[in-house]
């Protein structure tokens, strides 16, 4: 079975910096590309970073380019985002998906932005 | 970037009923397009990739098609498991841009 769990999550401070991890397990974790999407409460869906299944290609959106870094490591079967200069505005929960099309979700996890 | 146009944004429908969603990307995308469902305070589901291909275990109700950059997701005979919102995903070009969703509600 396909399993995806997030964690890293949290109440963190304007400026502040947050890492989160997705654990993978129940299929190949290196043959596939990632995403990291995530919802600000009562809103839509944004996706925020995709990876390629070795790493080599990265993409962000611009909401987040220059601040977010996603990276992964095949042999532990994670997936991360680290998250600096956070902001208001960044307060969503993060989904970890799995392969282009986002076949499969995590159950997330919450991240808040607040002084 | 490529914008996706969804709608409706609200849809009333009764159970037993057949609902059309639309999405329509602002430039071409080939067949890029995903489907999700997502009910209240659960993690998104995914139903439809490549446009028109069914993930696995999701019942045959639910169909995609696409006719250049106008997709479709249609819901046949609603059930009250079906009430949800709705929303398409471009993974064609980054950035991989969403549908602003279709709230489908209970007539």
């Known amino acids: 079975e396909v399993q995806l769990v997030e964690s890293g999550g949290g109440l963190i401070q304007p400026g502040g910096s947050l890492r989160l991890s997705c654990a993978a397990s129940?299929?190949?974790?290196?043959?596939?590309?990632m995403n990291w999407v995530r919802q600000a409460p009562g809103e839509g869906l944004e996706w925020v970073s995709f990876?390629?299944?070795?790493?080599?290609?990265?993409y962000y959106a611009d909401s987040v380019k220059g601040r977010f870094t996603i990276s992964r490591d095949n042999a532990k079967n994670s997936l991360y985002l680290q998250m600096d200069s956070l902001r208001d505005e960044d307060t969503a929960v993060y989904y970890c998906?799995?392969?282009?099309?986002?076949?499969?979700w995590g159950q997330g996890t919450l991240v808040t932005v607040s002084s | 970037d490529i914008q996706m146009t969804q709608s409706p944004s609200s849809l009333s429908a009764s159970v037993g009923d057949r609902v059309t969603i639309t999405c329509r990307a602002s430039q071409g995308i080939s067949n890029y397009l995903a489907w999700f469902q997502q009910k209240p305070g659960k993690a998104p589901k995914s139903l439809i990739y490549?446009?028109?291909s069914l993930q696995s275990g999701v019942p045959s109700k639910f169909s995609g098609s696409e006719s250049g950059t106008v997709f479709t997701l249609t819901i046949t005979s609603l059930q009250p498991e079906d009430f949800a919102t709705y929303y398409c995903?471009?993974?064609?070009?980054?950035?991989?841009?969403f549908g602003q969703g279709t709230k489908l509600e209970i007539k």
């Open positions: 990876i390629s299944s070795g790493g080599s290609v990265i």
């Open positions: 129940g299929f190949t974790f290196s043959t596939y590309p």
């Open positions: 995903q471009q993974y064609n070009t980054s950035p991989f841009t």
């Open positions: 998906t799995r392969g282009s099309g986002s076949g499969y």
């Open positions: 490549a446009a028109t």
